[in-house]
């Protein structure tokens, strides 16, 4: 029965040492795993990073549109200014703002629309 025994220990004690050497390097490589999905796939992974790069491209289009429209605004801020008044364009605001017409001009009235409700709408 001693051989028996002994057979049974050296077994078990070459189990143990091969779960001992076999759990550092599971542990490695389960850790080493958890890093390279987060890598890819967590909040700041090259996932996000691809759509927060799209965000900034649409907020830089964005940017760029309302930069030009500034552009356009400060020039034609500039031509009412005391400097260089521009009196076509001093003309144009005022006739705007007041709700006023020239002589001149041609007023072409357009005829209302009836929308299906019944309303009456002016496009």
């Not at 028996?4 to 490589?29: E, G, H, V, W, Y």
């Not at 799209?54 to 940017?63: K, N, P, T």
Request: neutral net charge; charged residues 30%; contains cysteine.
């Amino acid at each position: 029965m001693t051989m028996i025994a002994d057979f049974t220990d050296t077994l078990a004690r070459a189990a143990k040492s091969a779960l001992r050497q076999a759990i550092m390097p599971a542990l490695c490589a389960c850790v080493v795993a958890y890093f390279a999905y987060y890598a890819v796939h967590g909040d700041r992974g090259l996932v996000a990073m691809k759509q927060i790069q799209g965000e900034i491209a649409q907020a830089e289009g964005v940017l760029n549109q309302l930069r030009t429209e500034r552009e356009d605004m400060e020039r034609r801020a500039q031509l009412l200014r005391g400097d260089g008044l521009d009196r076509d364009m001093l003309e144009e605001r005022a006739r705007l703002m007041l709700n006023f017409s020239n002589s001149r001009d041609v007023i072409v009235k357009l005829p209302k629309l009836v929308d299906p409700e019944g309303a009456a709408t002016q496009k």
